[in-house]
């Protein structure tokens, strides 16, 4: 079955540099969650799309945007990196209403800043 | 605002064994979603089981289980024959209708052989 699949994997970018996460979701999924998982910790909701709209907004940094678009994948763009921006990003998606709103989560993209 | 709570930072249990991670949340909804999520040493986060707040059956999936007690607002993860691909952090998450997920803490359980 496919997955949600995230890119690039691995991504070393250096302080005050720009950074871009990308996100396909599961087909016929319509709604994208991002989440930020920083070193020990549990995953941070960052911001969530519904049918290419923004739908819920979380933690996430005035110098981070999203977008999804119109064939439903989603951008994760970094601006201004710094230090504390080091994680594990997830992509995750769901097909509202459907399979019990269950949310499946790609492998992750590790983003580190140096 | 929804919390979910995870006590046992740590947990170990030998192969072949049974053991038992707990989990509570709060919220004032009365229609939402508990799951169970595994993430290995490689950091994939995988789907272990979920709960519909509406069904009364716990739900169960091969070796795992829960025990959802709505009124406690209790919703334990149960792993029997644990096997040493077991080892992993598992995090217990919220969602209400068409939300997001809320994650615990996690747990890391180690599974001695």
């Known amino acids: 079955a496919a997955g949600v699949i995230q890119s690039p994997r691995h991504l070393i970018k250096e302080k005050r540099e720009t950074a871009t996460l990308k996100c396909y979701p599961i087909?016929?999924?319509?709604?994208v969650y991002w989440y930020q998982q920083g070193p020990g910790q549990d995953p941070q909701f960052l911001i969530s799309?519904?049918?290419?709209?923004?739908?819920d907004k979380g933690s996430i940094p005035d110098r981070f945007s999203a977008q999804q678009f119109s064939d439903y994948h989603s951008e994760l763009n970094m601006s201004s990196l710094e230090l504390g921006d080091s994680a594990l990003y997830f992509c995750?998606?769901?097909?509202?209403?459907?399979?019990?709103?269950?949310?499946?989560f790609g492998e992750g993209s590790w983003l580190t800043v140096v | 605002a929804q919390t979910v709570t995870q006590s046992q930072p740590e947990m170990s249990v030998q192969e072949a064994e049974t053991v038992t991670l707990s989990c509570t949340y709060d919220t004032s909804e009365n229609n939402y979603y508990l799951f169970w999520y595994k993430q290995p040493p490689s950091r994939q986060m995988i789907l272990v089981i979920r709960q519909e707040a509406y069904k009364q059956q716990n739900a169960t999936e091969n070796r795992f289980s829960v025990n959802f007690q709505k009124a406690a607002k209790s919703f334990s993860l149960k792993i029997s024959d644990s096997q040493l691909g077991d080892t992993a952090m598992y995090f217990c998450?919220?969602?209400?209708?068409?939300?997001?997920?809320?994650f615990g803490t996690g747990t890391r359980l180690q599974v001695f052989p």
């Open positions: 087909p016929r999924h319509d709604t």
């Open positions: 995750a998606s769901s097909p509202r209403g459907r399979d019990g709103n269950t949310i499946y």
């Open positions: 998450a919220f969602m209400s209708d068409t939300d997001k997920l809320i």
């Open positions: 799309f519904y049918e290419k709209m923004q739908s």
